[in-house]
């Protein structure tokens, strides 16, 4: 069986946006990336690339500075300031690639479905009625 794990690309914002349930959001990112596989590839490739370039370089330059750190201060304390400084760049540069996630989710319901982004917004915004 052939596992095609690019089709699976939006499982997640298929979950939450649309309040689905694994198996029904596997579905439906199935769905939506028919026809367009090999452009969510690239895309997602591309987003991967970027996202590893750039945690890349800024870890290179943390631990540049540790290493300059090292011969002011002592190295328990260089190690301290470069455990924080790769927790807040992780956290700095992993959400690129699930905002690039939603954003292909939003693209591919677009080209797919139409969806007029600013009518799904009004959706969202508006209070629902009372049951």
Do not use: C, H
Not at 34 to 63: K, P
Not at 69 to 78: D, G, M
């Amino acid at each position: 069986m052939d596992l095609d794990l690019g089709r699976l690309a939006v499982v997640i914002p298929a979950m939450f946006i649309e309040k689905l349930g694994l198996g029904a959001a596997m579905g439906r990112s199935w769905r939506l990336v028919e026809g367009r596989w090999w452009r969510t590839f690239f895309t997602l490739l591309l987003m991967f690339v970027i996202w590893f370039v750039v945690r890349t370089a800024l870890r290179a330059f943390i631990v540049l500075a540790q290493s300059l750190l090292q011969l002011v201060i002592p190295t328990v304390a260089a190690l301290w300031i470069a455990a924080a400084s790769s927790v807040i760049v992780g956290s700095l540069v992993n959400p690129l690639l699930q905002i690039a996630i939603v954003l292909i989710y939003f693209d591919l319901r677009v080209r797919r479905e139409a969806l007029d982004l600013f009518q799904l917004a009004q959706r969202v915004s508006s209070p629902q009625p009372a049951q």
